[in-house]
């Protein structure tokens, strides 16, 4: 546990010191109110109503016994709701995912597909009458099983293409001294923020207001103004406190279901999502099967790489997870190509999910990279230094700094890792098999335009607005830091305002570029009020207000491969008579830009290492084929990492600050997740001697594994 108080700051001291968050008392007294919990008057409550069958058609919706029921005040679904218009491109550059337009056709694509929408006085009696609305089906055969050659697959362009390809694979690897060629898998696996989804919508002045829990107020009010056919100004979205994201809180059914009921019924109007909801409408990263090929020299200096990754999206909507992208910033070969393919299924539509395409890629990239350094007879951190690229292996970029072999250094000094013997299965304590692994990560450190508004105030003080998101990341705290910096107070004189789309557009808390992007505008309107002030300006009773916008700034970057690096490492024990891995220590090194708060931070490297912990050895959605819905879609049947999990996890970093940055920032939010499941995954070969290829290592695989290979004598290696 890392533990931290708040010194006492000078002006312009303020970034990289440690700060307890600005907010921290309001949550833990209560005073914070989250998007479920703010009062409204004349508030009604929804209920979505979800659809029991995997694929088929609605023949009927029996609403008449339900609107009889008491308080309830209305049914919408395909036959009475407003219509909307999903012929857009959104602000992340795709078109929206039909599941957000609810009601708009009889058809349905999966289990859990949003039917109608019951509106009443209560929460309860919404709940109950939603429960009681009987909706007939025709239903249709099914088919929600994701295989490698499934008829539908194809290549998919998402944020980058979808396939890349240079030099000629086959040559290179029948000239390569050893060669690899693996399948890895990784399963569905969900967000499960702590606070449910939850929107309100009201109808105020001939404006439309959403009280909601998102990601980014600006995304909000640009979905929901082209939903509805609205002028954005006519949209305002708050969205003070979010209990998490991680991806999952875009624009999706409740909102939209919120603001048809508003509007049919002009009140207010609540939807929150249950837990069991949130498996269904929330998003998910997608299973992914991955194909590696490796060709190297004696030396382990790769002469061929090539990475397919296939994972599978709705029947309405293509999402890809780019889990091929990560070799294409990782690694360097003569013969290069990579491919994300998808396959249409009768299931939800995927989403983004902390570390989309690297999480998963990495995991089957750095395993990969270990089998290889094995059979090169290498070690597997001097394998990965040797195949450190001058540019990018697709791209032929430079690189805005890889500080790469500086993690890897400083990470194995702290480790121990000059003391492990690269021996499999030769380590033991008591009953327990120990080994230690290591991987490389990699995220993408990117800038969008955002404004910022800053506020010189009478009293002294100053109010910075901007319409950012804080999903728990310390965001808010962050930007304290950065103004307090820029107009040369104490961090105690400003107060920032996020989270209300009124404030002016700004980047969505995603892609690890909200701080960063959010950050440069709040410097921008920050120093010029500093220079106004610095001429002797007087402070009028409204305060002096500038407005800042980095569209030129953020346009005007140079091209060049911009991502955080960081070094993974990890200590296991197995238990091959029980099947139990216990995770006994990790360790991760980042390079990740300069750091503007070290203790929010450390949570967020350290928090993205646990859930790493969790990818490896719990997550895991079961889809029953006969239903096409998960076996157990709540957290009784989805396990996740917990304290009992958890063992002594340590995350620090090099210095790294971006030159082209003006605070230097480049992004923490996901790192910390990419590359620790495989370095896990190497840990437990080489306690055991037995690859795991496919998440999570259960107890059951590790048991078949044993049983296939024969369980070891104390201090015997396995072949």
Request: one cysteine or more; a negative charge.
């Amino acid at each position: 546990m890392t533990t931290a108080t708040t010194p006492a700051t000078t002006a312009g001291g303020s970034v990289g010191t440690a700060h307890t968050r600005v907010e921290g008392l309001d949550k833990v007294t209560g005073a914070a109110r989250y998007a479920g919990e703010i009062p409204f008057a004349e508030l009604a409550h929804g209920w979505l109503v979800l659809s029991t069958v995997a694929r088929g058609r609605i023949r009927s919706v029996q609403d008449a016994p339900v609107l009889a029921m008491p308080g309830v005040l209305t049914v919408l679904h395909h036959r009475n709701a407003p219509r909307v218009d999903t012929d857009y491109i959104g602000i992340l550059g795709v078109p929206p995912d039909p599941t957000c337009a609810v009601f708009q056709h009889d058809r349905v694509p999966s289990l859990g597909w949003p039917v109608a929408l019951v509106v009443a006085e209560t929460s309860e009696q919404a709940r109950e009458a939603a429960e009681s609305l009987v909706v007939h089906y025709e239903q249709e055969p099914h088919d929600v099983d994701l295989t490698a050659g499934h008829p539908d697959v194809h290549p998919v362009d998402g944020h980058m293409p979808a396939v890349t390809g240079k030099g000629d694979l086959e040559a290179e690897l029948a000239a390569s001294a050893h060669v690899l060629d693996v399948e890895y898998t990784t399963p569905e696996e969900y967000h499960n923020p702590m606070e449910p989804h939850a929107a309100t919508a009201r109808w105020e002045g001939g404006r439309l207001e959403v009280v909601d829990s998102n990601q980014g107020a600006t995304w909000v009010v640009g979905e929901l103004a082209k939903l509805f056919s609205l002028d954005p100004a006519s949209v305002r979205v708050r969205s003070e406190h979010v209990g998490g994201g991680f991806g999952s809180k875009g624009v999706r059914a409740h909102q939209v279901a919120a603001v048809m009921a508003a509007t049919v019924l002009q009140r207010p109007v609540r939807v929150v999502l249950t837990r069991r909801q949130m498996f269904s409408l929330a998003g998910y990263r997608s299973p992914t099967i991955q194909r590696i090929r490796l060709g190297a020299d004696p030396d382990g200096r790769l002469r061929a790489l090539e990475h397919h990754s296939l994972n599978q999206t709705s029947t309405v909507h293509e999402f890809v997870e780019p889990s091929a992208g990560v070799a294409r910033v990782m690694y360097d070969a003569d013969a290069h190509h990579t491919a994300n393919r998808v396959a249409r299924l009768d299931v939800p539509t995927p989403t983004w999910m902390r570390a989309p395409g690297e999480a998963p890629g990495s995991f089957a990239l750095e395993a990969a990279l270990d089998e290889l350094a094995e059979r090169c007879g290498i070690d597997p951190i001097e394998l990965r230094l040797r195949n450190e690229p001058a540019r990018g292996p697709v791209s032929g970029l430079p690189f805005a700094g890889r500080n790469l072999r500086a993690c890897f250094e400083e990470g194995a000094r702290r480790f121990g890792w000059a003391a492990r013997d690269p021996r499999p299965g030769v380590r033991r304590d008591g009953r327990w098999l120990l080994g230690t692994g290591t991987a490389a990560a990699s995220f993408g450190a990117g800038a969008a335009p955002s404004t910022a508004v800053v506020t010189a105030e009478a009293d002294g003080t100053f109010t910075v607005r901007i319409a950012a998101a804080d999903i728990g990341t310390g965001a808010r705290t962050a930007l304290t830091l950065v103004a307090a910096d820029a107009l040369e107070v104490a961090p105690e004189r400003v107060r920032v305002r996020i989270g209300d789309s009124d404030f002016g557009p700004a980047m969505i808390a995603g892609g690890s570029m909200g701080t960063r992007s959010w950050s440069w505008a709040v410097l921008a309107a920050a120093g010029e009020l500093r220079e106004r002030l610095a001429m002797g300006a007087d402070i009028p009773p409204e305060g002096i207000t500038v407005r800042s916008d980095t569209t030129a700034a953020v346009g005007a970057l140079t091209q060049k491969e911009r991502h955080s690096f960081g070094a993974q490492f990890a200590e296991v024990a197995v238990d091959v008579t029980t099947g139990e891995v216990r995770v006994r220590r990790m360790l991760g090194v980042f390079a990740a830009g300069r750091i503007v708060n070290p203790l929010t931070a450390r949570n967020q490297f350290v928090g993205g290492m646990i859930w790493g912990i969790s990818m490896a050895l719990h997550e895991e959605a079961v889809r029953d084929r006969a239903s096409g819905g998960h076996v157990g879609a709540d957290l009784a049947g989805y396990h996740v990492a917990t304290h009992a999990d958890v063992p002594l996890v340590e995350a620090d970093w090099v210095d790294d600050p971006d030159p082209e940055d003006p605070v230097g920032i480049k992004g923490i939010g996901e790192i910390g997740v990419v590359g620790a499941a495989a370095a896990v995954a190497n840990a437990v070969w080489h306690a055991t001697g037995v690859r795991h290829r496919h998440l999570p290592i259960r107890p059951d695989r590790v048991l078949a594994a044993a049983d296939a290979q024969g369980a070891p004598e104390a201090g015997a290696p396995r072949a």
